[in-house]
T-cell receptor, first 117, second 116 residues
């Protein structure tokens, strides 16, 4: 399968600060990347779909001004959690998808554990 | 709208025993179907997928799944469990009629515990 990296793997920050998480597609050009959030012992919750060169599409209930997504190249998407608060603490996972036509397969990064103090 | 139901949030099996994880879907058209595995504090790894070819799909680590349209199911099996199979397993579907930005809809997950 495709190789996807995320950086950092773990981050601890103070309340009110912003945190940027990078997602890189290492072995193919990903026209579409997805950002998920996962709470302990729960399934993945899709936050947004990131398309290269255009604005991200956010799922209902996800604040786009709080979770800024940038997909500036075919191999890199970033998620910035702005003015983070303890309730933003979670496991954030990105995934990549090849250019269409696609069967929908997504390849996932290893995740980023965010802890907001 | 599509949905996925995984019966049983937890499954406990003995080492060497059959592993059976159930997945049922709801979709207006036969979807693409996926099984992913997640080890603690890691991302998801693709185990196998069904994309309208053979209904019996073989994946990595000795897992296989069979697509049964009449039962709207895609159950995952492994004949003999190994300790390393202890993980969380997710069933997911996507819409074959969509092209770019084809989202996955995930089930709630099933945690597998393997007893020695």
């Amino acid at each position: 399968g495709a190789v996807v990296s995320q950086h950092p793997s773990r981050v601890i920050c103070k309340s009110g600060t912003s945190v940027k998480i990078e997602c890189r597609s290492l072995d193919f050009q990903a026209t579409t990347m997805f950002w998920y959030r996962q709470f302990p012992k729960q399934s993945l919750m899709l936050m947004a779909t990131s398309n290269e060169g255009s604005k991200a599409t956010y799922e209902q209930g996800v604040e786009k001004d709080k979770f800024l997504i940038n997909h500036a190249s075919l191999t890199l998407s970033t998620l910035t959690v702005t003015s983070a608060h303890p309730e933003d603490s979670s496991f954030y996972i990105c995934s990549t998808q090849a250019a269409p036509p696609t069967d929908g397969t997504q390849y996932f990064g290893p995740g980023t554990r965010l802890t907001v103090l | 709208a599509q949905s996925v139901t995984q019966l049983g949030s937890h499954v406990s099996v003995s080492e060497g025993a059959l592993v059976l994880l159930r997945c049922n879907y709801s979709s207006s058209v036969p979807p693409y179907l996926f099984w992913y595995v997640q080890y603690p504090n890691q991302g998801l790894q693709l185990l196998l997928k069904y994309t309208s070819a053979a209904t019996l799909v073989k994946g990595i680590n000795g897992f296989e799944a069979e697509f049964k349209k009449s039962e709207t199911s895609f159950h995952l099996t492994k004949p003999s469990a190994h300790m390393s199979d202890a993980a969380e397993y997710f069933c997911a579907v996507s819409d074959p009629l969509k092209a770019a930005g084809n989202k996955l809809t995930f089930g709630g997950g099933t945690r597998v515990l393997v007893k020695p």
